[in-house]
């Protein structure tokens, strides 16, 4: 099972190359989305809004438990959480931290207090995606549960 934890900085306009030097922490990445119009599955539209954002990120992580990767990043920011917060405030930023979980089992999931205080520091939002594993041990053959007749 692989466990990856990532904070996002984000909003619709920001000096995002100022806010990423005055952070400071070098594994960090920029990604720009420009506005597109975006077709759903259901035939519905919806415009995804031109939107910078800076990630920093502990990469994926062989692991059953969140605490290592979570002190990952716990550890990565705690340097620079006073400034991350001035910019924050100073430029009306969003926050949010991702908890990105491959499973092929049954993880342990925990927050720690120093984390869960950071992310509100932040005013974080905390986002738990969770994704199987396509091993085939996992699949169960649909046709065993119609009946032919």
Request: charged share 30%; proline share 3%; glycine share 4%.
């Amino acid at each position: 099972m692989e466990i990856m934890f990532e904070f996002n900085v984000f909003s619709k306009d920001f000096p995002v190359e100022d806010v990423f030097k005055k952070i400071g922490i070098p594994e960090g990445e920029i990604i720009r989305h420009e506005e597109t119009a975006i077709e759903m599955s259901c035939g519905e539209k919806y415009i995804r809004e031109k939107e910078c954002c800076i990630t920093y990120s502990t990469g994926y992580i062989e692991t059953y438990d969140t605490e290592i990767p979570m002190q990952m990043i716990y550890k990565m920011l705690l340097p620079k959480e006073s400034i991350i917060c001035e910019c924050i405030e100073k430029y009306n930023l969003f926050s949010k931290f991702g908890v990105i979980i491959n499973l092929s089992d049954n993880p342990i999931i925990n927050l720690s207090r120093d984390f869960i205080s950071m992310a509100s520091n932040f005013h974080a939002e905390i986002e738990f995606d969770t994704y199987l594993d396509n091993n085939e041990e996992h699949y169960v053959e649909a046709t065993r549960f119609y009946d032919s007749n």
